[in-house]
Each structure stands twice: as C-alpha cells, then as structure tokens.
C-alpha cells in the first residue's frame, strides 16, 4: 500500500473551514469556489481514510479524524511556511499583503516605497478586496498583514480617512427621492451613509448595490446617484457632492502578523499613514 501524501494546499483548505466556520466561508477567505474546496476535502479523505467534517445545522463540525488531521494540518502549514520564509533568496522577501480596494493605486507605491528603505530586499505581494472581507485576514492565517477601512476606534488605526459624497458632474440632488449608491453587505461605509441621510430627514432610495468599487464608479459616472467613498479613491469623472450631508471621516487600520518583524511592521505602519496624511 503507497503512503498517503498530505498535499499543502488541500491542508490550507482544512485548516481555513476551522478558523472561518464553514467551506463556503472558507472559500471566500481563500479567493477559491466552494467546490473546490469540498474537493480539497474529498481528497484528504481518501489520503486518510476518514471523514473530516460533518454537516451540522447551517455548518459543518470537525469529526474525531478531522480534529486529529486538522491539529498535523497545523502543525506542517507552520513548518512549511517558515521554510518558506527562512529560505526565501536574501535580496527579496516577500510579504503577503491583503488591502482594501479603496485607494490601491496609492496604498501600492506608499508601501512599496516604504519597503524600499529596509534592510534585506523586502518586496509585497498585494491581494486586494473588499474591507470586510480584508479586515481578518491575518488571524485567518491568509495574509501577514491587512490594510482596511474601520470604525474610528479599531485597535490598529493608523489615522483617519475623510469621507465624502461623489457623483458624475452632470448629476444634482433631486427635489425628491435621493438615488444612492451602495456596496452590499457586509460594508463599512454603508451605515454611515444611510444613518447620516436619515438624520438629516433626506428621503432616499437605494439604486446600485455593488460588489466592488469598479461596479460602483461605473453606476456613479452614469449618473445614476451619489456614493460615498473615503477621499483617497481615485473619483476621475465624480465631484463631490456638497448639498448631502457630511459624514465623519473612517479609519484606515493595519493589522500585522505576529511573524513580521518589527523593522517590516513599522514600515508598513509608516507607509499606510501616508494616505491618512494626504487624505
């Protein structure tokens, strides 16, 4: 009988259901489909010889073979990765970025440039998305370290971010029913906005939901209705929009992992503080 081979990347898969709650949230976490996952599963069950999860409610539940597999998984993705890491060519080492969308064209050259000034030839690779999704990168074990949009009081706030209304030249406020753009959920920016035209006794109408900031610049431009968006996108062909009312700026947080090193952590710190300084 052959031995059975543990692959890394069906682990990853394993080790992702644990700390994310399920193979559906697994695979958004990991940017793979839900079948490809369950098939990461399928086959570490033939490896193994045993089922590692089973369904439970809306979820799944680790059997007694998961657990012992999922605590190996563990403990050979930690090994592997800090061989990756201690063996990584000395004039660049890479570290795994997870970014928000919002003012990537920015976010890239600060933290490259910031990377530039150390010691060791420290490059990154970016991966960007939505802040919700951003936001728990690094304790999901999927990147080293997250730069996302958050509540003024998150633990890792580096500085704030003004908000503002946008929308195309051409458009005005209506007299009646406000049109407005939205991300869907989950989203940062969608409470205040819609707290912020309630308080002010604005009638609206939400227009667009958008999955991704491309989605939402495209309704903008169109002229469909006005989004708020933090002052660090990039809004060629969107004005602000003065007559809707002002809305608290947002925080820009970095969350680092514990096995960055202290020279690297500043670094990225002092490169994602630049945009709240030019924001």
Not at 37 to 48: D, G, N, W
Request: glycine letters at 8%; charged letters at 15%; one cysteine or more.
């Amino acid at each position: 009988m052959s031995t059975p081979i543990l692959d890394i990347v069906p682990l990853r898969s394993v080790v992702a259901i644990a700390r994310c709650g399920g193979v559906h949230r697994a695979a958004e976490a990991l940017h793979l489909t839900q079948s490809t996952v369950s098939a990461h599963l399928r086959r570490l069950e033939k490896s193994t010889g045993g089922t590692i999860v089973e369904k439970a409610g809306r979820g799944v539940r680790f059997t007694d073979h998961g657990s012992r597999l999922l605590a190996h998984a563990q403990t050979i993705l930690d090994a592997h990765d800090a061989a990756v890491h201690e063996l990584s060519s000395p004039t660049t080492r890479t570290l795994s970025v997870a970014a928000t969308e919002h003012g990537a064209d920015r976010l890239i050259p600060a933290l490259s440039k910031a990377f530039g000034t150390l010691p060791g030839g420290w490059a990154a690779h970016f991966r960007f998305d939505r802040s919700a999704q951003v936001a728990n990168a690094v304790e999901h074990g999927l990147a080293d370290v997250s730069v996302f949009l958050a509540a003024a009081d998150h633990p890792d706030a580096v500085g704030p971010i003004p908000l503002h209304w946008y929308a195309a030249r051409e458009w005005a406020v209506p007299e009646g029913t406000v049109p407005v753009l939205l991300f869907d959920e989950p989203c940062v920016l969608r409470s205040p906005a819609t707290a912020a035209l309630r308080r002010s006794g604005i009638d609206y109408a939400i227009a667009v939901e958008a999955a991704n900031l491309a989605g939402l610049y495209s309704a903008a431009r169109s002229g469909i209705g006005a989004t708020l968006l933090p002052a660090i996108d990039a809004t060629d062909g969107l004005v602000p929009v003065d007559a809707l009312p002002a809305i608290p700026a947002i925080t820009l947080a970095v969350t680092v992992g514990p096995r960055v090193p202290p020279a690297v952590r500043a670094a990225v710190r002092r490169g994602a503080a630049t945009l709240t300084a030019a924001g």
